[in-house]
């Protein structure tokens, strides 16, 4: 196996990501992914063998719709039939959980306890070493110019630093996948999306306090701990779609409501730096995993990547040998959206 990688491993939007894992989604497909990735990265200094630091401090949405709330009453439903531990909270009981919010306006709360966030670069360290201990060969500072078909169901991929061989091609590019497929004549619906993340100074009131990966829904503003201080952001609803990775200051003011609005206390503390990264966003904002012949594809999961990475990983590995993976994902296939069977996530933060 190689892999090509036209920078370093995990330099795209895996290094730019918040690390939240969770399975608190409304699409069933989704909540088995997080749920199975959550059970592997649990796992992960056993298998295969390397630290993550794991907080399995939880996710709280904070809730004030009532439409908001009626949805993730019906979430939470079908997140438990599934196996997932989410339960609805009153306002107090969120307050309780995550003390630096304000709770004006808040009509409830949804709560799973074993949601959490890691380190992203840790997990594709972890990845790449074992994948090398089984003789996987990576190619990084490469870029594919081209992905020819041979005539013989396999390809030749052309990139800046030769030829390579392939029976079976995966994609696997995030944002940039939309031009990967369009070498195979797969229409690869992905648009790059600039999401930015700042990180306070050190907040001594929360020492040796759990602060769980908490999300104002209605605003898209979320916290979680990182180091002594908290990693923040929210998303932009001015953004445009683009390859757009410069820190952009156009996001603050709407930002500086969000925090005075939900968790003033903030405003108060220094921000220590921040940076963009991109989101590899689809239509309905659900992910494409599917295939078109030997060319595998797994993208555009609209800011679910790392945390379903694991599962994901597991799927397409089954695809490729032929296998029935441990989910059904045809669903998920590009072609969805040509055949109008649209497939929206609808707890997107």
Known sequence: ????????????????????????????????????SIEL????????????????????????????????????????????????????????????????????????PDDGHCTPESVVLGYATAARRFGARFSTRTTVKSILGTGSDSFRVETTGGAVSARKVVCAAGAWSREIGAMVGVDLPVSPLRRQIMFTEPMPELHDRVTPFTIDFGSTFYFHREGPGLLFGMSDPDETPGFKLDVSDAWLPRLTEAIGRRAPRLLDVGVRDGWAGLYEVTPDHNALIGSAGNFFYATGFSGHGFLQGPAVGEVVRDLVLGRDPFVDVSALDASRFAADRARPELNCV
């Open 1 to 36: 196996m190689v892999v090509v990688e036209k920078d370093d491993l995990g330099s795209g939007s895996t290094c730019k990501a918040a690390g939240g894992v969770r399975a608190q989604f409304s699409d069933e497909l989704n909540i088995r992914l997080g749920a199975r």
């Open 41 to 112: 990265f649990q796992r992960f200094p056993q298998r295969p063998g390397q630290v993550i630091d794991l907080h399995q401090v939880g996710y709280l949405f904070l809730l004030s719709s009532r439409d908001h709330v009626t949805a993730f009453e019906r979430n939470v439903d079908l997140q438990n039939s599934l196996g997932v531990r989410s339960r609805m909270l009153t306002v107090e009981e969120a307050w309780r959980m995550s003390p630096l919010i304000e709770t004006d306006g808040l009509l409830a709360a949804a709560f799973s």
